[in-house]
C-alpha cells in the first residue's frame, strides 16, 4: 500500500515538473514574441505629428526656413520600388545653386525623414548643398511591417546614395556625397562605411548611434525590465533571423566601422544614456583607417546635440565635410 502511494507521489512530482517546464518554455517563447514585436514593430507617425514633433524641439528659426521650402514647393517627394521591400520613399531638397555636393539624411528609429530637417538645414540653407532624406524601410511614408534597426537598411541607402548621384551630379561625372545619420541613422551611416562605396561618397558624419544592435537591447532590456540578457536575447535574436534574416549580433556598427576607410565624424551627447556616451569611444577606437575625428556635445542627451549647441553643432560639421567636399 505504501509502495503504491510512493509511486503516486513519484508520478505526481514528475508530472508537476514535465508541467511547470512546459508552461516555463511556453512563457519563454511568448516573451521572445513580446521582446521582438515590442522591437520591430513600427509606431508610424503622420508628417502632420513629425512636423508638430520637429517645431517642439528645434530653433524657432527652422520654421520659417522649412515654410519657406513648403511655400516654393522645394521639399518635394519620391520614391523607388524594391524587390523584396516594396516601396521606399524620400523626400529631397534641390540646391539654389548649380552644384554636386550631396547630403543623405537618415533618420532615427521609429521617426521619418521629416526629423532631419533640422540637418538638412546645414546642409541646403549654410552650405547649398543639394539633401536626400530617405524614409526607412518601415517608416514614413516607406513600405514595411518591421524595422530592421539600419543593419539590412544599409543596402537600401546604397540604392538612395546612387540615385542622389544621378539626380544632383549635374554635368560632372560624379557627385560628392556626404551621408549624415542620427541614432538608427547613425547606426546605418557606420554600417554603410563598411560597405564598397561608390567613389563619389566623400565623408560620414555618424550622431549618437550604436555599437551593435545586441547591445542596444540588451542594455534596453535590463533597464526597463531589469532581466538579464540570457536566455531571452540568444532566443530573440534566433527568432529575428528565422522571420526577417539577420540576429542581433551579426548587426554591428563596431565590425563595419572597422572595415570603414573613408573619413568620419563621430558625434555624442555626454549625457547620453539611451544609447550610452561610452559607446562614441568604442566606435571611435575601432575605426583604425582614414581620417577620423569626434565631438562631444556637453550636457546633451540622446539625438539633441544640435538642438542644445546648434551654432557648435553647425560649425563643426562644416568645418569637417569642407575638408573633403569642395
Partial sequence: MQSMRRKRIKRLLIWSLIITALLAIIALVASCFYMLNFALDPQRRSHQEAMERFYER????????????????????????????????????????????????????NDRAESMLHIAYIYNHDMGFNVLLPHFYGHGDSDGDHIDMGWKDRFDMLRWMQIANDMFKGSTAASQMVIHGISMGGFTTMCISGEKCPAYVKCFVEDCGYTSV?????????????????????????????????????????????????????????????????????????????????????????????????????????????????
Avoid at 520659417?64 to 523626400?91: F, N, P, Y
Wanted: charged content about 25%; overall charge positive.
Fill in 214 to 326: 545586441w547591445d542596444e537591447f540588451n542594455g534596453e532590456l535590463k533597464n526597463q525590465f531589469g532581466l538579464p540578457s540570457f536566455p531571452l536575447m540568444n532566443l530573440t535574436s534566433t527568432l529575428c533571423k528565422m522571420r526577417y534574416g539577420w540576429t542581433f549580433g551579426e548587426a554591428s556598427a563596431l565590425e563595419q566601422v572597422k572595415k570603414s576607410t573613408l573619413p568620419m565624424l563621430f558625434i555624442h551627447g555626454d549625457a547620453d544614456t539611451f544609447v550610452p556616451f561610452p559607446m562614441l569611444d568604442q566606435l571611435y577606437n575601432a575605426k583604425q583607417k582614414g581620417y577620423k575625428e569626434k565631438y562631444i556635445a556637453h550636457g546633451s542627451e540622446h539625438a539633441r546635440s544640435y538642438t542644445d549647441h546648434p551654432e557648435e553643432y553647425t560649425q563643426r560639421v562644416k568645418t569637417f565635410v569642407n575638408k573633403f567636399i569642395k
Fill in 58 to 109: 528645434e530653433p524657432k528659426s527652422l520654421k520659417v526656413w522649412v515654410d519657406s521650402l513648403e511655400q516654393c514647393h522645394a521639399l518635394r517627394d519620391t520614391s523607388i520600388v524594391v524587390d523584396g521591400r516594396g516601396k521606399l520613399a524620400a523626400m529631397y531638397i534641390k540646391s539654389d545653386s548649380a552644384t554636386n555636393r550631396v547630403a543623405v539624411l537618415l533618420h532615427g528609429y
